[in-house]
């Protein structure tokens, strides 16, 4: 039987929550069954080399850098991948500028993303055709997909809330429309898609993202951990990708009620992201004179040491999807505390696995007293955590259902 020619779009293999998940989700594929081709807008990432060796990895032929186009650096790409080349590309970008300039929330978001499709079509299609397409990363590899990729079958992988924040209804559907399912990861996700766009619910199908908990624990083991060694108080952590949606900056007045009250507790962050941003939180933290108790620790393949090692597990987040690494601190008995974003009581089941908190900096300053000061609840929710099931690898099974 020949096996399903697959092409799965992806930007990077950075250490983030999606790229994690997706090796999770290549680690059960059957690849007796399936010829996979990974397309790459970059080629970098620590998680490069931890790719199956079955895998095909190929690159998107030219402007790769328009898929890590943000708000912050919109005009220094789009200058370096188009106006350097032909000037007269400034009169394209002109009206999206002005537009966002002068917009605000979903009016905003949706010129951003007009932007992004009318400098997409400048971005070479893949070659050849495929028996299955998969855009894995999101909306930017799906409109690729639905726009660039000739497939018999393709299937979009949401990993985020829809609702939150807002998007054009009318160029999501669209792009739903030309996709044969639409895969969610959490239960709340996907109530919130089919509540915004009910036409596209038929097409919707939840598969969570698979976790691994013997080797989590294995690389938990071994590898490094703080460089503080001296430091005895309580360590928080967060892991991801550094950026306004995770709500780090949030966590700035809470660093310094923390300090006035004499208690000794780092914030640890395991990630990278926008440079902008990063600098920008850098000089928040100077400000409030509380640099020193938030540590970067840059990226890393193997968190779980450090997870090993914190006191509690914090995800501030203002939205999320399903954060995949609060799964992995919930196989790691961690006592956790998350903002109250979209998945989060799924997650924490209501509050019973860990403290569920208000999205902003009185709420995780109220979250965060409730498990510093009791270690009794902190010992509940491991105790409860130790007695749990984790692995969830019969999901590949969904994924087969509607892939063949």
Known sequence: MAKIKTLIVGITMNCAGTEKSFLSFLSCLDFDRYDVTLLLAKREGLLLDQLPREVKVILIEKY????????????????SNFVRENPLTLFEIFPYFVGSALTRGARRA???????????????AVRGEYDLAIAYWGDRTMFYMCDKVKAKKKIAWLHFDYANPPRDDDIYRAYFSRCDKVVTVSEPIHRSLCDKL????????????ITNPKQIWELALRGESYPDHHFHGKRILTI??????????????VLKRLRDEGRDVRWYVLGDGEPEYKEWLSGQLVDAGVADM????????????????????????????????????????????????????????????????DISSDGIYDGLIKLLDSPALCDKFTETLAHMKFGNSEEIEKFYKIAE
Not at 66 to 75: E, P, Q, R, Y
Not at 198 to 209: F, Q, T, Y
Not at 240 to 253: M, N, Y
Not at 304 to 315: H, K, W
């Open 240 to 253: 991801g990708r550094i950026g306004e949606q995770k709500g780090l900056d949030l966590v700035i007045p």
């Open 294 to 357: 938030m540590l970067f620790l840059g990226t890393t393949t193997n968190p779980y040491s450090y997870l090993r090692d914190c006191d509690i597990y914090a995800q501030p987040s203002r939205h999320e999807g399903k954060p995949i690494a609060v799964e992995e601190a919930k196989i790691m008995y961690k006592p956790i505390l998350a903002t109250n974003y979209l998945s989060a009581s799924e997650q924490l089941d209501g509050g019973r696995l860990g403290v569920i908190c």
């Open 64 to 79: 790769g850098d328009l898929f890590l186009l943000s708000g912050k650096n919109a005009a220094k790409n789009l200058f």
């Open 198 to 209: 009910s036409d596209i619910a038929p097409r919707c199908v939840m598969i969570e993202n």
């Open 110 to 124: 949706s010129i951003a993303t007009k932007m992004w499709l009318h400098f997409m079509q400048k971005i070479p």
